[in-house]
């Protein structure tokens, strides 16, 4: 618990730091390193050798750094797809059927939903400038969406969690965690929207208290499709990078599935 806490507020600093230093135009690029890690770990989950795992990483990052590059496929586009893929997800997660369908699905599969995903969030996040001249606050303020919903979901569920969301992906999740990192994500949005209205360019503020609230149990479906992932490969953790936290993709797990939605429903609402 200390060590998760005092990590937290170490990745905090860290990213406020940046944030506060770092122009959107050298910001953007830190997606980059971000998937780098991430593919990293899935790979190294996957057992595979030190010598594919680089190959395999590099590829999408050529991928992520032309679009980037504003040589890939047009933003709404990777909008709309990465939040169909999560749909899908969605509904297999209503019906029950995630676990079946990874112990059911050849495992390069998994791999192209790994790659897909994470990629088409981290392209998202590097496009934010076209929302907003304040590109660096409206991320900020996107990024913090979901990580207040973990947050608070995390306590919620620690102190008042008895009904359990997803027993077969993930032990420890619960309605009551649902609800209290819900309930955090609304009224970070509402303080958001009242301390830093610039940020939010050509988003209205409706626009983004709507994101957050469904950002908010989308991102817990990215939680429990990768705490499924882990049990399917038998990996209590990602990696190790972060302690008490596990791995970048344990931190980032609730990003890939909400920044699509997010970043959609900003350009089609507003």
């Known amino acids: 618990m ?6 937290g507020i ?21 997606a980059l390193p971000i998937m780098a890690l991430v593919l990293w770990e899935w790979w190294g989950l996957r057992t595979m050798a030190w010598w594919w795992r680089v190959v395999l990483c590099f590829l999408p990052l050529i991928l992520l750094a032309l ?23 969605g509904l297999l997660m ?7 369908t990874m112990a059911a699905t050849p495992r390069w599969t998994h791999d192209i939903f790994v790659v897909a995903t994470v990629g088409i969030a981290m392209a998202l996040m590097a496009e934010m400038s076209l929302l907003s001249q304040q590109a660096n606050g409206l991320l900020l303020g996107t990024m913090a969406v979901v990580w207040l919903a973990d947050s608070g979901a995390y306590f919620a569920g620690r102190r008042y969690g008895r009904h359990l969301l997803a027993a077969a992906l993930s032990p420890k999740k619960t309605w009551e965690g649902l609800w209290g990192g819900w309930v955090a994500a609304v009224l ?6 009242g301390v830093a209205p610039d940020t939010l360019g050509s988003v209205s503020p409706m626009t983004f208290l709507l994101a957050a609230a469904l950002a908010a149990p989308v991102s817990v479906l ?7 992932f882990k049990r399917h490969y038998q990996v209590k953790d990602s990696g190790g990078l972060l302690p008490g936290h596990g791995g970048v993709y344990d931190r ?11 970043w959609g429903l900003y350009v089609w609402l507003s």
């Open 10 to 30: 170490a990745l905090v600093a860290v990213v406020l730091l940046s944030f506060s230093i770092l122009t959107f135009d050298v910001l953007r690029w830190v």
């Open 67 to 89: 679009q980037i590059l504003g040589y890939g496929m047009a933003a709404p586009i990777l909008a709309l797809l990465g939040s169909l893929v999560w749909a899908g997800a």
């Open 94 to 100: 209503v019906t029950g059927r995630v676990a079946r």
């Open 252 to 262: 980032v797990d609730g990003l890939v599935a909400a920044i699509p939605l997010q």
């Open 2 to 7: 200390i060590q998760r806490v005092l990590t």
């Open 222 to 228: 990215g939680d429990l499709v990768e705490s499924g």
């Open 188 to 193: 970070f949005a509402l303080v958001w929207i």
